[in-house]
């Protein structure tokens, strides 16, 4: 498995969920967890998704998930798990 952790930051609005799970789809990708909150009008979710059987490689799949968001208006960051694990520990 290739582990992979996305955090969508934004504006809440309809469909954030759907563009990016079909950007996801599109390549193949697994979503293994997600979790969202709507905190007033501010959407944050965080998505665990294997890229393993992905058509494309991870850079690939990062620009396309970081243009989806820049068109929705909602900031993506993908990061491979072990680097996000590495950047949060105590």
Same mark, same amino acid.
């Given at each position: 498995m290739e582990k992979v952790v996305i955090t969508i930051t934004g504006q809440d609005r309809t469909g954030i969920? /759907?563009?990016?799970?079909?950007?996801? /789809?599109?390549n193949n990708v697994n979503i293994l967890d997600i979790r969202q909150s709507i905190m007033d009008d501010l959407f944050t979710m965080i998505m665990l998704v294997?890229?393993?059987t992905s058509t494309k490689n991870f850079m690939d799949i990062e620009k396309e998930?970081?243009?989806?968001? *820049?068109?929705?208006?909602?900031?993506?960051? /993908?990061?491979? *798990?072990?680097?996000?694990?590495?950047?949060?520990?105590i």
């Open positions: 969920v /759907a563009n990016i799970s079909n950007i996801l /789809a599109k294997d890229i393993s998930l970081n243009k989806t968001g *820049e068109e929705i208006g909602v900031k993506v960051i /993908a990061q491979h *798990e072990n680097i996000f694990k590495y950047m949060h520990r």
